[in-house]
């Protein structure tokens, strides 16, 4: 399979084929949460593949099941004034 180099902006862009896409299993709608490591080896350019797993599966394991942002009761002490509590 080939592809072309293209000019974006000052950098430059290489078309990846929708078979490669569905051979790492990345939908074709959604890039928001891929992204890959690059190198040069030997001559070769090598892409590989960062994280499996989107942001928020990511986000998700790590809480473990706990709220991540609780609603905690905060003590603002005695009225001062006139306030109403």
């Known amino acids: 399979m080939n592809t072309n180099l293209s000019k974006w902006g000052n950098s430059a862009a290489i078309r990846i084929p929708k078979a490669i896409l569905?051979?790492?299993?990345?939908?074709?709608?959604?890039?928001?949460?891929?992204?890959f490591d690059i190198d040069v080896e030997e001559g070769k350019l090598i892409l590989k593949k960062k994280q499996e797993k989107t942001k928020f599966e990511l986000l998700a394991e790590k809480s473990k099941g706990e709220k991540i942002n609780p609603k905690e009761e905060i003590d603002w002490g005695n009225p001062i004034g006139k306030e109403v509590w």
């Open 22 to 35: 569905d051979e790492l299993k990345i939908d074709s709608n959604n890039f928001e949460n891929i992204s």
